[in-house]
């Protein structure tokens, strides 16, 4: 059973990851939200293990995640970036979220790791 059983993600209409992945079932609850008051509505009814947010298409949506962090600094938060958005990793990166680049293809492998992602080990 992973150890993260609840998702926020942040998603846009024209987003290259599929909200219909397979291993999205990994998770026993995944909401999707694809505007800043629908983030923002869910985030403050719900507590999630994570929030998972595409900055390919909408890289605004930094601001949002930020807004999260401040709300709760111990919340979880990914933000997945295409390749060619790798100038984007370090000011992600600096604002306390994990970002990291990733192709459409690698999107299911990458749930996985997410979901038993531990905030307590150190990865280096």
Do not use: C, H
């Not at 024209?14 to 983030?39: G, H, M, P, Q, Y």
């Not at 298409?57 to 970036?81: C, R």
């Not at 306390?96 to 990733?102: H, Q, T, V």
């Amino acid at each position: 059973m992973p150890r993260n059983n609840s998702m926020l993600f942040m998603i846009d209409t024209r987003s290259k990851f599929s909200t219909k992945a397979k291993n999205l079932e990994i998770f026993s609850t995944v909401d999707f939200a694809t505007n800043k008051d629908e983030v923002l509505e869910l985030f403050e009814k719900n507590k999630y293990d994570i929030v998972l947010s595409d900055l390919s298409i909408e890289a605004e949506q930094a601001g949002v995640l930020k807004q999260l962090k401040d709300m709760d600094d111990n919340q979880i938060i990914f933000a997945i970036l295409d390749p060619k958005d790798r100038v984007k990793l370090y000011g992600i990166a600096d604002m306390g979220i994990n970002a990291f680049e990733l192709l459409p293809t690698q999107f299911n492998q990458a749930l996985e790791m997410i979901a038993e992602f531990d905030p307590e080990i150190n990865y280096q």
